[in-house]
């Protein structure tokens, strides 16, 4: 009998939890191209600001982060990754310049 239950369970993951997550991906999917959309609209003016105000940003963060201060870890991480990609349009726009 016990083989019988668990042959008929399924190894699904509880309700709502599979779409949930996958709905959540596809809104931070947008959201990164939001950002994108954003970003590659500035000028490099802009964006030299852009990437300041981030340094800044993320200097705050690091500094809660070891006073102990909030969760700023996922906080850190998306700064990190926005002024990587501030950089690379910077980069892509000086290369097209030359």
Request: glycine share 6%; proline share 1%.
């Amino acid at each position: 009998m016990r083989e019988g239950f668990l042959a008929n369970r399924s190894l699904a993951l509880p309700y709502g939890q599979a779409s949930d997550t996958g709905l959540l991906q596809k809104r931070v999917d947008m959201k990164r191209k939001e950002t994108m959309d954003q970003l590659r609209e500035m000028n490099t003016e802009e964006l030299k600001d852009q990437a300041d105000a981030l340094k800044e940003s993320l200097f705050r963060l690091k500094f809660r982060k070891a006073l102990g201060v909030g969760e700023t870890l996922k906080d850190i991480r998306r700064e990190k990754k926005t002024l990587a990609r501030v950089y690379t349009l910077l980069n892509k726009e000086k290369a097209a310049a030359e």
